[in-house]
């Protein structure tokens, strides 16, 4: 009897050890749920309201907006990147344009903040995906978290439109970028009037149109087709090999665009805690 006894008081411990284990997990997976629901709620809503003052007409200047915000970062300095700073930009020769998108989104972050308070940084992050999204391109997972600078980044961080191959591909490097995510990103530059196919249609025509180097005949208006950073790429045969692949497979650029964009748009950013 005894040692019944002591049987069944171990059964019992370990029934309660087990039965609090299961209280345990049942409290706190409800709470992991709710805080990822939350969160793919407050996305939702961000991208509703985008999609909402978003045309075909406006990717282009919005997905460069994005751009131009991230596009700051310096690794070396830890300076710059996706931080909403391009608001405090917009009269830089270079952001030349985008003060058109910047209304455009600044009404779209007037909705939101109806209901929940959201960066300018992860506004614009959004946005970019959804213009790409909206023309035809790849579905891009974009988080929300940033943090917004309060102070305009350091000036002369963007890649000049006049670099060759070889300063491009330094110039991105000192971004974390490699030589095949320079490439992918450029296919950007498939949306608006460089020329690259049609302007409102994300697609891998920048790459089969930069093989062909239009700009290289006088005839019409051919020698106006791109910047001379998208000529250059053509030239390097690094960039090259990335060109063809991705004039060759557009199933391959969207997944390299994704990858790129994602984590260009994390590039410096500072996320809020909690």
């Not at 309660?16 to 409800?30: D, E, H, Q, V, W």
């Not at 929940?116 to 995906?129: E, H, N, R, T, Y």
């Not at 002369?156 to 439109?161: A, D, I, V």
Request: with cysteine.
């Amino acid at each position: 009897m005894i040692q019944n006894e002591g049987r069944d008081n171990c059964f019992s411990s370990h029934g309660r050890r087990g039965f609090g284990l299961l209280t345990a997990i049942s409290i706190a997976l409800p709470l992991h749920w709710s805080a990822e629901m939350g969160a793919a709620s407050e996305l939702s809503i961000v991208q509703s309201e985008v999609r909402n003052v978003l045309s075909k007409a406006k990717a282009a200047g919005v997905l460069r907006m994005a751009f131009h915000d991230a596009g700051t970062f310096d690794m070396d300095e830890n300076s710059g990147g996706m931080n909403g700073s391009i608001v405090h930009e917009l009269e830089r020769p270079e952001n030349a344009g985008l003060k058109k998108p910047f209304k455009v989104l600044e009404k779209a972050k007037r909705e939101i903040e109806k209901s929940q308070q959201v960066s300018w940084a992860d506004v614009i992050a959004v946005a970019g995906a959804e213009a790409v999204s909206l023309c035809g391109g790849p579905s891009i997972p974009v988080r929300l978290g940033r943090e917004d600078a309060r102070m305009p980044d350091p000036e002369g961080k963007l890649p000049e439109e006049s670099l060759d191959a070889s300063g491009l591909k330094r110039c991105f490097l000192k971004k974390g970028f490699s030589t095949q995510e320079l490439v992918a990103l450029s296919g950007a530059h498939t949306l608006g009037s460089k020329g690259f196919g049609n302007p409102v249609v994300f697609d891998n025509a920048y790459f089969k149109i930069l093989l062909e180097k239009p700009w290289a005949s006088s005839a019409g208006m051919s020698s106006m087709i791109g910047l001379p950073s998208d000529r250059a790429l053509v030239e390097d045969d690094e960039c090259l090999r990335w060109i063809k692949i991705y004039s060759a497979d557009q199933v391959q650029f969207f997944e390299d665009f994704k990858s790129a964009y994602s984590k260009l748009v994390d590039s410096g950013a500072v996320w809020r805690s909690g």
